[in-house]
Each structure stands twice: as structure tokens, then as C-alpha cells.
């Protein structure tokens, strides 16, 4: 679905340039889980950025990174609008940072779905309590405000808006970071349900690595901006070919196995 050949990212600043993407090449299949796990720094975040061409002016983006034939690094903005929510799809690190906390979140999806799918305000009110209900979600937390919701009811909330569109692959950054275990667990749960139950790809973006190894298909380790190593979870669980991903690993327990 998505290829990645050579790419880096720089931050340029008037103090500095800060690279914090380099030469990254990467493929991210159709259909299956992929995982990229690192520490904080690594520039995973800034990969994904780029991925959406979501990054801050004076922004230096090089490389390729092709979807279905198109290359998103030169691909024109109003090409990247559209491709954007119906192609590919954000959750954020913090619910909160997608929703707005003066309007309802039934209010929010529905009007994606009108803007984007050009539905009509019954029918996108409709779809929305459909898609709230993928999530666990009622038409009661439809009528809410997002500080009426739990941090896991929001971020499901925030999963069924980054559904609504159908988009072929959903990326997820950091989604479980700022919430307890047990709601970890609930929203981890509920991700894998939706895009296995839709077809749809999924690109978990973590520091979480045993939470990684659970769900993924597809594993890269990211250091220093860099892929410094890729494969099955089950083959970087038993034989990691890198010192990162052996620190990485040497800091969790690990209960249970890998997907193979």
C-alpha cells in the first residue's frame, strides 16, 4: 500500500537543522498490522507526519513515498486533502488534540461525514451513531461534550471519527499512551476489532513493545531517526539483530507470545 524509499526529514530553525528522519525505507502492506516502536526522540511521530505531509513550515521532506502509485512527497495539496481522511486516516496521541470542546462528538463526526462523504445531515447523523456503536459507544455519548467522556470513551470516539471516511489504512500514534492499563487494554481491543473487521490497514506507532509484538503483523524498530531493524514479531522477539532492539526488550517482561 504504502512504499517508503530514502526518506529523511529536517527541521530547519534559525539556530539549526535537526534531522529527525534518515534515509528511511519501508513498506507497509494492504491489510495488515505494521508496528513502529522506539524510544522518545526517535522520530517516529515525524514519519508518520510526513507520511500525512503534516509537518511545520521550513520543514526539509525528501525522498519518495509512494501510495498506489502516487508519490505523497510531490503530490500537489489538493490531492493530499482528499487523500487525507478518505485514503488514510490519524489517530493522535491525545483524544483531545482531534476533538473540539465546545461541540458534541456526535455533532464533530457527523459533520466529517457531511464535509467529507457529502451526506446529508440525517443520513451523516445516522452513520455517526453506526460508527459509535463499532466502538462501544451509545447515542447518549453522541449528545456529550468530549470532557464528558472517560480518556478511553473519547479516544474510541476518536477512532469511529478517524473511521467514517473508510480509509484503507488508519494510522495510530501513541493511542493508549495517556491512559491506565485496563483502558489501555479496552482501546487496543476495540483498534485491532475495527481494522481487521473492515480490511483496512493499520500502522501503530509505539514505544509500547511488548503491546506491539501482541497485535502486529509487521515490526521496525526506529533509533535516531532511522530503521535500524524489520520483521515478524516473532523473529525480532527471539533473535533482535540490534542493540536497540535488544534494550528495547531487555526492559519488559514478557507474558504470552508473538503473532508469527
Not at 526506529?222 to 514479531?233: A, D, F, L, N
Request: hydrophobic letters at 40%.
Amino acid at each position: 500500500m504504502i512504499s517508503i524509499r530514502g526518506l529523511s526529514i529536517t527541521y530547519r530553525t534559525p539556530a539549526r537543522n535537526v534531522p529527525a528522519v534518515r534515509d528511511v525505507s519501508l513498506e507497509i502492506p494492504a491489510g495488515r498490522i505494521t508496528a513502529i516502536v522506539g524510544g522518545s526522540g526517535g522520530g517516529k511521530s515525524s514519519l508518520i507526519y510526513g507520511i500525512l505531509r503534516l509537518l511545520p513550515p521550513r520543514t526539509e521532506l525528501s525522498g519518495s513515498i509512494l501510495f498506489d502509485g502516487t508519490d505523497l512527497v510531490s503530490a500537489d495539496e489538493e490531492w493530499i486533502r482528499e487523500f487525507r481522511w478518505k485514503r488514510v486516516a490519524l489517530v493522535t496521541q491525545g483524544a483531545m488534540n482531534s476533538l473540539t470542546p465546545v461541540l458534541t462528538v456526535g455533532y464533530q463526526i457527523s459533520e466529517v461525514l457531511q464535509v467529507r462523504q457529502g451526506l446529508s445531515r440525517g443520513e451523516a447523523e445516522k452513520r455517526t451513531l453506526e460508527l459509535l456503536a463499532m466502538t462501544n459507544l451509545t447515542p447518549v455519548h453522541a449528545r456529550r461534550f468530549p470532557h464528558e467522556l472517560s480518556g478511553g470513551e473519547k479516544q474510541r470516539a476518536v477512532i469511529s471519527m478517524a473511521l467514517s471516511c473508510s480509509p484503507d489504512l488508519l494510522i495510530a500514534d501513541e493511542p493508549t499512551s495517556a491512559l491506565d492499563v485496563i483502558t489501555q487494554a479496552e482501546v487496543i481491543t476495540t483498534l485491532v476489532r475495527m481494522v481487521r473487521d473492515q480490511g483496512m490497514g493499520l500502522l501503530l506507532v509505539t514505544h509500547d513493545l511488548p503491546l506491539a509484538i501482541s497485535v502486529c503483523d509487521d515490526l521496525a524498530v526506529m533509533h535516531e531517526g532511522r530503521i535500524v531493524e524489520t520483521g515478524t514479531p516473532s523473529k525480532i522477539l527471539r533473535y533482535p539483530s540490534h542493540e536497540h532492539t535488544r534494550k528495547l526488550l531487555s526492559a519488559f517482561i514478557f507474558k504470552g507470545g508473538a503473532r508469527t
